[in-house]
């Protein structure tokens, strides 16, 4: 079942919330190995979405990357730190992969995600293992695709993504960080949870939510 361009932008706004909800939190995590504004970034940059969604026109044909892309430069406008140019790169890689289309099929969605991934890692030349918003971002996107190809209905996919993300997630704690502010601390990084890998597990749950939650 194809996910409608009204979807598309219920799952941005559901991620601007849940990221609004979870500030202090992932800020929390972000004191213990990097500069403590990672949840008040995010949420500064998702809440510039939300006002340029709704001061802008979303078109007749409601292309759904375009909708992808809109996020992706606001997120590099006005989010400081790391956070806006690798979530920013995230959706803008997105937009490009979904460009022209008004609703994206599943597999539209996991190649949307992947572009997305590949341009985070081209970005922040971070691999898995590396205790950031990688390590919950791979797993997701083979999860996806892994289940798509075995034949499972778009909401087990998307179930089977957000689990993989939140097994990634939680693997980060034991990591030493070799990438980011985080990497200064040497082993004092290890047993801290990634802010990064945690905000993109938001970013996946508030995908499942959205997306699958019309799938009858």
């Known amino acids: 079942m194809p996910f409608s361009y009204g979807q598309v932008d219920g799952w941005v706004r559901t991620f601007a919330a849940a ?33 340029k969604l709704e ?3 979303q078109g007749v044909q409601a292309d759904v990357g375009a909708l992808l892309k809109t996020v992706g430069m606001t997120l590099v406008s006005t989010v400081g730190g790391a956070s806006g140019p690798l979530y920013g790169t995230l959706f803008l890689q997105m937009g490009s992969s979904a460009a022209g289309k008004p609703e994206l099929s599943e597999e539209d969605w996991a190649d949307a995600l992947a572009a997305g991934l590949a341009g985070v890692q081209r970005r922040g030349k971070a691999e898995l293992g590396d205790k950031t918003m990688i390590d919950a971002l791979v797993p997701a996107v083979e999860a996806l695709r892994s289940s798509l190809a075995g034949g499972a209905t778009a909401g087990e996919a998307l179930h089977r993504s957000t689990e993989a993300a939140h097994d990634g997630m939680t693997a980060t704690i034991p990591l030493v960080a070799r990438k980011g502010r985080a990497s200064y601390l040497g082993e004092r990084s290890a047993n801290h949870q990634d802010p990064g890998a945690t905000s993109s597990w938001l970013l996946l749950r508030t995908a499942e939510e959205t997306l699958a939650a019309t799938e009858s």
């Not at 504004?37 to 006002?51: C, T, W």
Request: charged letters at 25%.
């Open 19 to 51: 990221i609004a909800e979870n500030k202090e939190y992932l800020t929390e995590l972000d004191s213990a190995i990097g500069d403590a504004d990672h949840g008040i970034n995010m949420n500064r940059g998702m809440q510039a979405v939300l006002a």
């Open 55 to 57: 001061g802008g026109d």
